[in-house]
């Protein structure tokens, strides 16, 4: 035990000496656990004076090595900057995602240094919850936050982002072997204003209401089978053989749409033996395209509530009494829709192309359901013939009837929401002042409001601050 | 950055400091009054807890399905092949024979030459008995209706207005002549066919209905009743038929025919009815004028006569696409049920998830 005075210089030196000695020790220690088949888990405790040495350059690589072989990291008494400073280390030297939790100001440089920031908004303050990125209100409501919404999120958004290139694929895709027949002169196959409104009224609002709502598996399953979270780290539902496979399907299709439609048009289509002209083909074509993209995303839905129906079936009505109107108006396409529908042949057209559109997509959804299940739907699988945890019977119907636990929740909501009584200053806590205090070696008394300020708080919440040693 | 509120899913005990539990729920839930179901319904959306159907696809669904579709799509076929059938048809090219042999080498010459006469017999031989009506219609090949300047050249405007209609731009080049407008403008109708074609079995002439060849609602509201052509073709280029200027244009079904202009480079268009019935063994004897130049790119024509069934001309497409659709599925149905049998994975078994398969430790 050497005991220096004043040369502070040369005591950071030695105890830089000493954290590396400490550091490779642990290293050494802990790599000769693993070496063991069956090795315990490993934690690592670190404060706050030993990371300002142990974070240092030199001496960063080792401490992050020796971080990433031990389960858990325990750092104590951290500064908020070292707090920054450990996140950062994480971040960059092992290139993984970071999630910091945190709800105090002191915590507001470590949310921002992460990759997601979730602040938890309540007797701290509100100045976590204004650097996150997101905001709850318990900490245990972290894992509902990333097994279940994040992992909702992930999935809903792959499967928006695919299905909108692959709609708007199959439509274009149409008229691009329209231009293979008509000399390259670049004539437009569905009318100019069916192509504006295909992605404005007939095909956007399923996909909003699927990107709001869709559950691969109920909230509680989420939680109970955490592996499910794996499928977002690997990035199952949006590689490039997932792309591809949309794409693929998105060529078929508009093959179908195309060929089986023009290639019935070219004789007399009714019994008064009079034929088809180019808008006829091409309405019955667009009409063939509406539907079926619909119902594909009926098709991709694993959890269909009342708003999907109305939703698909609202767009292709939408359609309907669109060309039913626009086809009394507009010169060119006039009374089309009416020619159209007097024969025989768009109403079996209409049956037959869907069908064999949708059948290949149809075929790999099963083929991949049942040889090469993804793991949401084996879960689904086992939890098939549970009824819903939201559901019961009778759900439309008129009471308003709510089971109790729909009570409790819904009676909280409408509570109104707890404010804190805090200003939300930093660095006004007694904890501080006495932590540098004491590395000081000097005493420092408390201040006299934030003595009743500590009294004034609940008493079951906060533990009493340590004195400040000497 | 943007804040995104986590729903509270939990009980009671969420806000609980002191541990009130089930008694402190039951007293809250009676002082709140139920809320209204609209209130109700906007917070099962917000929760995320609307009531959902959540449907599992078994092998069960898979065979089923295919199977019901196999069966429903057969029969359609069937009937449609059948229908298709019934249709008899008799196609005769005749752009490539009714050229005089001296001009064989040079067609272009012949069509545009307005001395030479463009008369051109052929016969047709009936096979199979044609019940009346019979339809008469050109296919023209190699014509590409629909390119976009042709389809552009054109006002519907002026089809329903006439004179009085000034905005005619769009016909370009086939706009005015001579400084006057012309009436019906643009391409598409100055290209009216003009080949017309005369009918006699053995020694009696066979009546060609030429009325109701259109689309009804293009006659009634497409092209006007008080419109009449007007400085129509005559111009030095000619590009097809005459009109009659004393006729409206909603009379004049040929022009209304042909200015649907049609979708594929291969088209036919009604030219008229025949309605009598035609006899295996008849002897037709078609008078055409070869008048329409289709040489100067290398077009063909062609003469069809045909009779319609309900769904229409002779077309196997969809009959053989429904039944070829219909038998795939019960193909696959059955190939289907032969892997559940033999070899299936267990519904429901977390053994194939890809954690229990890689040994993933978490």
């Known amino acids: ?470 | 950055m943007g804040q995104f509120e986590l729903p509270i899913e939990s009980s009671f005990s969420a806000m609980d400091v002191d541990g009130g539990g089930i008694s402190t729920a039951s007293s809250l839930s009676s002082s709140v009054p139920p809320p209204s179901r609209r209130k109700k319904a906007l917070y099962q959306f917000t929760q995320q807890s609307l009531p959902a159907c959540k449907p599992v696809l078994t092998p069960a669904w898979v065979i089923s399905t295919f199977l019901v579709l196999g069966v429903a799509f057969i029969p359609v076929g069937i009937v449609s092949l059948h229908a298709s059938n019934s249709v008899v048809e008799i196609v005769e090219r005749y752009d490539a024979e009714c050229v005089p042999d001296a001009y064989k080498s040079n067609k272009v010459a012949y069509i545009k030459n307005g001395s030479i006469s463009k008369n051109c017999t052929k016969l047709l031989k009936v096979d199979k008995l044609m019940k009346a009506p019979i339809y008469i219609y050109y296919q023209l090949d190699n014509y590409y209706q629909n390119h976009r300047r042709y389809v552009k050249s054109r006002s519907d405007k002026q089809l329903l207005d006439g004179l009085q209609n000034n905005d005619t731009s769009s016909c370009k080049p086939e706009e005015s002549n001579g400084g006057l407008p012309v009436v019906p403008c643009g391409l598409v109708a100055w290209s009216l066919f003009n080949d017309s074609y005369i009918f006699t079995r053995g020694a009696v002439p066979l009546k060609v209905n030429r009325k109701n060849i259109a689309w009804k609602s293009d006659r009634d509201h497409k092209f006007g009743k008080r419109v009449y052509p007007f400085n129509f073709q005559n111009g030095s280029l000619i590009g097809g038929g005459k009109l009659d200027p004393h006729i409206p244009l909603s009379d004049q079904e040929d022009l209304i025919v042909w200015m649907r202009t049609a979708a594929l480079p291969s088209f036919r268009k009604l030219y008229g009815r025949i309605e009598e019935d035609l006899h295996p063994s008849d002897l037709i004897t078609v008078n055409l004028t070869n008048n329409y130049n289709t040489y100067s790119f290398g077009g063909a024509k062609k003469l069809v006569l045909s009779t319609s069934s309900w769904l229409g001309g002779k077309n196997d497409f969809l009959g053989v696409f429904y039944i070829f659709v219909g038998s795939s599925c019960i193909f696959i149905s059955l190939v289907f049920l032969l892997l559940h049998l033999k070899d299936s994975r267990p519904c429901g078994d977390a053994t194939f998830s890809y954690w229990n398969r890689k040994n993933v430790s978490l």
């Open chain 1, 1 to 470: 035990m050497i005991i220096f005075h004043g040369d502070q210089v040369e005591l950071a030196r030695v105890m830089k000496e000493e954290v590396k000695k400490d550091l490779k020790n642990c290293l050494e220690e802990a790599q000769q656990y693993f070496r063991t088949v069956s090795g315990p888990k490993l934690t690592l405790v670190i404060d706050g004076k030993c990371l300002m040495y142990a974070l240092d350059p030199s001496l960063r690589v080792m401490l992050l090595n020796l971080s990433l072989n031990c389960t858990s990291v325990v750092c104590c008494r951290v500064s908020p900057l070292q707090k920054a400073q450990v996140t950062s280390l994480v971040k960059k030297g092992a290139r993984k995602i970071t999630l910091s939790i945190g709800d105090g100001a002191n915590d507001v440089s470590m949310i921002q240094a992460a990759h997601v920031g979730v602040g938890i908004s309540g007797l701290e303050g509100m100045q976590a919850v204004m650097a996150s990125d997101f905001a709850i209100a318990q900490f245990r409501f972290l894992s509902d936050l990333l097994l279940v919404h994040g992992r909702w999120s992930y999935l809903r958004i792959c499967k928006v982002v695919t299905y909108f290139f692959y709609k708007n694929l199959t439509f274009t895709l149409t008229q691009f072997w329209f231009t293979f027949q008509t000399g390259f002169s670049g004539q437009r196959f569905y009318d100019d204003w069916f192509q504006s409104l295909y992605n404005v009224m007939f095909t956007s609002l399923p996909v909003i209401i699927y990107g709001l709502l869709e559950k691969d598996v109920s909230a509680s399953l989420s939680k109970k089978y955490p592996q499910l979270y794996m499928e977002g780290i690997r990035n199952s539902f949006f590689r490039w053989r997932v792309v591809a496979a949309w794409a693929f399907s998105a060529i078929y299709q508009s093959l179908i749409f195309y060929h089986f439609v023009t290639t019935s048009s070219l004789t007399g289509q009714n019994s008064s033996g009079r034929t088809f002209g180019l808008w006829d083909v091409s309405t019955v074509a667009f009409t063939c395209v509406v539907v079926t993209v619909n119902l594909r995303l009926l098709m991709m839905c694993n959890s269909i509530t009342r708003w999907h129906y109305v939703s698909v079936g609202g767009s292709i009505l939408a359609w309907f009494v669109f060309v039913f109107v626009y086809s009394l108006i507009r010169e060119n396409i006039l009374y089309v829709i009416y020619v159209v529908m007097s024969t025989f042949y768009f109403y079996l057209a209409f049956l037959l192309v869907p069908t064999v559109a949708l059948l290949l997509d149809f075929i790999r959804q099963g083929v991949q359901r049942w040889f090469f299940p993804y793991d949401y739907q084996i879960v689904q699988e086992i939890h098939r013939h549970e009824p819903d945890d939201n559901t019961r019977a009778g759900a439309l119907e008129i009471s308003n009837h709510l089971t109790a636990d729909e009570a409790r929740s819904f009676a909280i909501s409408q509570l109104p929401r707890e404010t804190s009584r805090h200003t939300g200053f930093a660095f006004d806590s007694p904890g501080y002042e006495s932590f540098f205090a004491s590395q000081q070696g000097v005493y420092a008394p408390q201040k006299a409001w934030d003595v009743v300020r500590r009294a004034s708080m609940r008493s079951k919440l906060k533990a009493p601050p340590l004195p400040p040693k000497k």
